[in-house]
């Protein structure tokens, strides 16, 4: 019998296993540190392994929930970021990708899941987010956006600017006449300077633009005074407010808060202003702004016996900050001796230092502290938290004190005291443990003479970009025996910097009395800021001097002033600003010409910066254009903003160094002179744009040319002269210019006379307003006084019987040919035939009568020549013979009558002789003549 088999069946349900991450998952390391710009792709990746070995799929979602699919991709019901296709169990995914939007965060958490593909319904693992740098969140750097764009010489609406505008390197302020004395000053993120200081017995703050001018933004006038006390220090927040600290009435820390607009800020311990008594009395001398905008001020109290450092830490709203020590306050001695503190800085981990001047062994030195965020002494700092350095042998001073931002060094500056009385400027550079930085000129410390004098003192330090060390303060000029104020910069290694006005320091007076430098910064072009004070005979004034990378005094020429308002959706991003004379940004800077640039501005605010040179003379008038960008610090830049501003069309002038070359005129009686002159004239859009030039020949005596011109006159004004020019040579132009003169013009009798020149150029649309007038002219003196012309050819008497006189006068017409009305004076001769004679006695003359009697004694006896002056009878007649309008045309005539007796007895024939008559100044003819 054969075998028999049964089949058993037989089953087995494997379970589904959710897959999981062997490697990932991983955003490619977008974070804070290298965030991804908007419009790129944040790339995801991770690789997955599936126990059913299974394919995968790698979710993204935006919450911490994911739904398997059905044989199919995955879901997030909170929204996803991005879902990979299906890949093997064990392989990579192909890396997958989201496109970042405007709208995206800055920070953007995201979970990862890896959920297989399986009929009926996969599994996913559970949620991973990455780790450390490659993991969530990843990071979105969004585009900065160039708000509004203004333009023009300060940076105002209009936009236009003059060709060659400038502003002087130095700017005084006077505050009501007071004595005015700035001792600090700080830059904002767009370019202007706040300087402060006293007037009075008030905290004086002034606010300049870029270019050295009042803001007038800043409380109307540019200027506040708040009569609480002396300022010593003063910061800017990063919303714009401005702190200003310094002493008051009963010898208290003080603090005001001002806004941007230079009002005082009541949401600052009610009234913008705190006062806080530390020890017995105490001065604030320094002050910082905490990133979380707590404010740090630093300066010294009195503990019964002598002077301590003080450091107090405020909340925003004013009030004292008690997790600052307990009670917002601390205190410092270094030894039994004086501490004072006048220089604050902040690390960037938060950590405070300050510097001033230690007595340490009855010799001042400097003294630095550093204090942890909780108000406690770091004894990271040389063991204690404290550091006394003496530089030189006599003893050191510090009042300023600054943090390399590259590496954190701490950079002092003061005085040291090589002897007597004499101080000189001192540096010292400090390695973050507290001991002294043998990179910094071998031994951590350097001093810089000026002259050998008392009173050379650094009252200030600022840090460049490119590391050097620029310091501020005073020196005694032995030449004039006054203070000027001081400027010396060191480099980076602590060596005199030599390209810095070529030994590295420099010294200026801003009159003729005292001047002192207190406060130093870097500007964003940089350029570097100085400011102080400076005497007047009666006051004091405060003082902004403003010097070129180089050491020169920076005289604004041919600029553009551009501000720009910046956005940039991530908090704590800066911005840099650029304008180029294309539109055209490689992304780093301009790929043309970089007219100017400003660098890690707050966004929120507005950048402002100095094209330099952009308009220089001359500059044709017309419509420009540059272009603004954006960069952020990460270096995502904005579009380009192309903008546009006006050279206007200025007026030309007669350039003042020149003015005229002018021939003499010398006056010829009875003809004309031709004088020429020439004459520069300037225009700042190009002397080839001055279309005409004409001129006026003047008396000023007799006219006023307030109008520029007169009516035509020969005898005080030649207009409409039409003057050739020459050729154009950059902004200048010369013209030559000829009139014809006449004899009858005016002139006076002294050296110089009143005469002068006009010329009225034109480019077409503008002439000058202001005359621009030669000095007066030199006529030749009393060149015509003396002409006289007669219209008749004679005297003829006709024929007269012996012993009978001529019936009727006969005429002489006068008219005067020279350019002075004149009186006449009459003479004559005898009349002669051969040998025989008609004495001159026989011939009479009358100015107002043909019909005269000659026999009744009417008319005046002809006498001899010349006559004496002073009457009539002697021939002089006082006749005012007014001078011609015009050359040709006689405007009053004068007439002589002459009557001849031929005497009884007198030999027949034709006698002959001859009268004079000449033209004498009004003043020689005195007598009454009727």
Request: charge should be negative; aromatic fraction near 8%; hydrophobic fraction near 35%.
């Amino acid at each position: 019998m054969g075998s028999f088999a049964l089949a058993v069946p037989k089953g087995v349900t494997i379970q589904n296993a959710a897959p999981a991450f062997t490697a990932g998952p991983s955003d490619g390391g977008s974070d804070s540190t290298a965030p991804t710009n908007v419009g790129s792709n944040v790339t995801f990746t991770a690789t997955a392994t599936d126990s059913n070995n299974e394919q995968y799929y790698l979710a993204v979602c935006k919450s911490n929930s994911v739904t398997a699919g059905n044989n199919a991709a995955p879901t997030c019901p909170g929204g996803s970021w991005a879902i990979s296709a299906a890949t093997t169990s064990g392989v990579a995914i192909t890396p997958i990708t989201y496109t970042t939007l405007v709208g995206d965060a800055s920070s953007n958490a995201w979970y990862a899941f890896a959920c297989d593909k399986v009929v009926g319904g996969g599994s996913c693992s559970s949620m991973s987010q990455g780790a450390s740098t490659t993991g969530s969140p990843f990071a979105v750097n969004h585009q900065p956006v160039i708000g509004t764009v203004k333009l023009g010489s300060a940076c105002d609406s209009t936009t236009s600017v003059d060709p060659g505008n400038s502003r002087s390197a130095i700017t005084t302020t006077d505050f009501s006449g007071a004595n005015d004395e700035a001792y600090a000053m700080t830059m904002q993120s767009d370019g202007k300077s706040v300087v402060a200081g006293k007037s009075g017995n008030n905290f004086a703050l002034a606010r300049y633009n870029a270019d050295g001018t009042l803001d007038t933004t800043f409380d109307t006038d540019g200027k506040v005074a708040t009569p609480i006390g002396t300022a010593y220090a003063v910061a800017v927040q990063s919303d714009g407010k401005i702190v200003a600290v310094g002493v008051s009435s009963g010898s208290t820390f003080t603090v005001a808060r001002y806004n941007a607009n230079g009002s005082l800020d009541t949401s600052f311990d009610t009234d913008g202003i705190a006062t806080t008594l530390i020890g017995s009395y105490g001065f604030a001398r320094a002050v910082a702004i905490q990133s979380d905008g707590k404010i740090v001020v630093a300066g010294q109290t009195f503990n019964g016996s002598d002077y301590d450092f003080a450091v107090a830490r405020y909340n925003t709203n004013g009030s004292l900050d008690t997790s600052f020590d307990t009670d917002g306050i601390q205190t410092t001695a270094f030894d039994t001796g004086e501490d004072s503190a006048y220089g604050l800085a902040l690390q960037t981990d938060g950590k405070i230092v300050v510097a001033g001047l230690v007595s340490i062994s009855s010799i001042a030195e400097f003294g630095i502290a550093r204090y942890n965020t909780n108000g406690s002494l770091d004894t990271g700092f040389d063991t204690d938290g404290k550091v006394a350095t003496l530089i030189g042998t006599q003893g050191s001073w510090a009042y300023s004190v600054a943090i390399q931002p590259s590496d954190q060094k701490i950079v002092v500056g003061g005085s040291s005291r090589i002897s007597g009385s004499h101080w000189i400027f001192a540096t010292a550079r400090y390695n973050t443990n507290g001991s002294l930085d043998t990179g910094f000129d071998t031994d951590g410390m350097n001093t810089v003479e000026f002259e050998t004098s008392w009173g050379e003192d650094l009252y200030s330090i600022a840090l460049q970009s490119d590391g050097k060390i620029v310091g501020v303060g005073r020196n005694y000029n032995n030449t004039s025996n006054y203070l000027d104020l001081a400027v010396a910069r060191f480099n980076a290694n602590g060596s005199i910097d030599t390209s810095f006005d070529t030994d590295g320091k420099t010294t200026i007076s801003l009159g003729n009395y005292d001047t002192e430098g207190h406060g130093a910064a870097v500007d964003p072009s940089g350029n570097i800021l100085a400011s102080g004070w400076s005497d007047t005979a009666t006051t004091r004034d405060f003082g902004l001097v403003r010097y070129t990378t180089a050491g020169a005094l920076d005289n604004l020429s041919g600029y553009v002033c551009a501000q720009a308002g910046i956005t940039d959706s991530d908090p704590s991003d800066t911005v840099d600003m650029f304008v180029c004379s294309t539109n055209s940004f490689n992304g780093t800077t301009c790929s043309s010409t970089t007219l100017c640039a400003i660098t890690d501005v707050t966004t929120g605010g507005s950048a402002q910066c100095i094209a330099y040179g952009q308009v220089p003379i001359p500059t044709a008038s017309g419509s420009y254009s540059v272009y603004v960008f954006l960069k952020d610090s990460f270096g995502f830049a904005s579009s380009g903003s192309t903008q546009s501003y006006t050279v206007t069309n200025v007026a030309p002038t007669i350039s003042a160094s020149t003015q005229y070359t002018v021939s003499n005129i010398t006056l010829v009686a009875g003809s004309s002179v031709a004088p020429s002159y020439s004459v520069i004239v300037t225009d700042n859009n190009g002397g080839s744009t001055i279309s005409a030039t004409t001129g006026v020949l003047y008396d000023d005596d007799a006219i006023n040319l307030a109008g520029g011109t007169c009516s035509a006159n020969e005898k005080n004004c030649y207009p409409g002269v039409s003057c050739t020019p020459g050729t154009a040579t950059g902004a200048d132009r010369t013209f030559t210019c000829g009139f014809t003169v006449w004899f009858n013009a005016n002139f006076s009798d002294s050296a110089l006379q009143d005469w002068r020149l006009h010329a009225n150029p034109t480019d077409g649309t503008n002439s000058p307003t202001a005359l621009t007038d030669s000095n007066a002219i030199q006529v030749g003196a009393l060149a015509a006084i003396s002409a006289i012309g007669v219209s008749e050819a004679s005297i003829a008497y006709g024929s007269l019987s012996v012993g009978t006189a001529s019936s009727s006068g006969v005429l002489t017409t006068l008219q005067n040919a020279g350019n002075q009305i004149l009186d006449v004076l009459i003479s004559g001769t005898d009349m002669t035939f051969g040998s025989k004679t008609i004495p001159k006695e026989q011939q009479k003359f009358h100015e107002t009568s043909s019909t005269f009697d000659w026999t009744s004694g009417g008319g005046y006896v002809l006498i001899a020549s010349p006559p004496s002056a002073g009457t009539e009878t002697n021939g002089c007649l006082n006749r005012d013979l007014a001078v011609r309008a015009v050359h040709n045309v006689a405007t009053e005539d004068e007439s002589i009558w002459w009557k001849l007796m031929v005497p009884l007895s007198q030999a027949s024939g034709t006698y002959s002789g001859s009268n004079t008559i000449a033209g004498a100044t009004s003043a020689t003819c005195t007598g009454t003549l009727y």
